[in-house]
T-cell receptor, first 115, second 111 residues
Framework: NAGVMQNPRHLVRRRGQEARLRCSPM?????VYWYRQLPEEGLKFMVY????????ESGMPKERFSAEFPKEGPSILRIQQVVRGDSAAYFC?????????????FGEGSRLTVL | KQEVTQIPAALSVPEGENLVLNCSFT??????LQWFRQDPGKGLTSLLL?????REQTSGRLNASLDKSSGRSTLYIAASQPGDSATYLC??????????FGTGTQLKVEL
């Protein structure tokens, strides 16, 4: 049973370009969470999605960031017109249901560097 | 708004030493508290999860305690080894299965 798969593991973009980060949850999991880890900071919640629905996007920046989790395929975190401050590690986690168990399985992260 | 603080930010100890990592949180309305390990360039590995009704959990050389009313948790590592070197993160679970993380303690165990 493969774990949470994220790709790319490393991504370099120039200012103004777009970044797309993908996350395939564990088999059987239909709940996906995105977290961002800025340098020297803890992980911060960004968004929680279930298939075809955004459940909680309270941690998403208001502009340039969007997330989706289509019926088929991976969840995608999209960052438009990247700026240097977007450089961070973006982690995806999945869970089987939405009970408040804290039992999230994390991927190894996608590390975005904006030049 | 929940805030989680971890002390110390970094710790260096000789091999074999017992050590304690501290975590505090401001809102006691949590479902559980979890300790993770993060290796450089890697994801997070859950070490111990303590339900809000529990006081402690143990796994091998690790013991985590929870005092929900005072908003504190400790992670005790016995007989530390170089392989324990990593960043240790504390996280509390709030509504919506949302985790709030501390900034971590970077541990180095030296030979």
């Amino acid at each position: 049973n493969a774990g949470v798969m994220q790709n790319p593991r490393h991504l370099v973009r120039r200012r103004g370009q777009e970044a797309r980060l993908r996350c395939s949850p564990m088999k059987g999991h239909s709940h996906v969470y995105w977290y961002r880890q800025l340098p020297e900071e803890g992980l911060k919640f960004m968004v929680y999605l279930q298939k075809e629905n955004i459940i909680d996007e309270s941690g998403m920046p208001k502009e340039r960031f969007s997330a989706e989790f289509p019926k088929e395929g991976p969840s995608i975190l999209r960052i438009q017109q990247v700026v240097r401050g977007d450089s961070a590690a973006y982690f995806c986690a999945s869970s089987q249901d939405r009970r408040n168990t804290g039992e999230l399985f994390f991927g190894e992260g996608s590390r975005l560097t904006v030049l | 708004k929940q805030e989680v603080t971890q002390i110390p930010a970094a710790l260096s100890v000789p091999e074999g030493e017992n050590l304690v990592l501290n975590c505090s949180f401001t809102d006691s309305a949590i479902y559980n508290l979890q300790w993770f390990r993060q290796d450089p360039g890697k994801g997070l590995t859950s070490l111990l999860l303590i339900q809000s009704s529990q006081r402690e959990q143990t796994s091998g050389r690790l013991n985590a305690s929870l005092d929900k009313s005072s908003g504190r948790s400790t992670l005790y590592i016995a007989a530390s080894q170089p392989g324990d070197s990593a960043t240790y993160l504390c996280a509390v679970t709030g509504g919506g299965n949302k985790l709030t993380f501390g900034t971590g303690t970077q541990l180095k165990v030296e030979l």
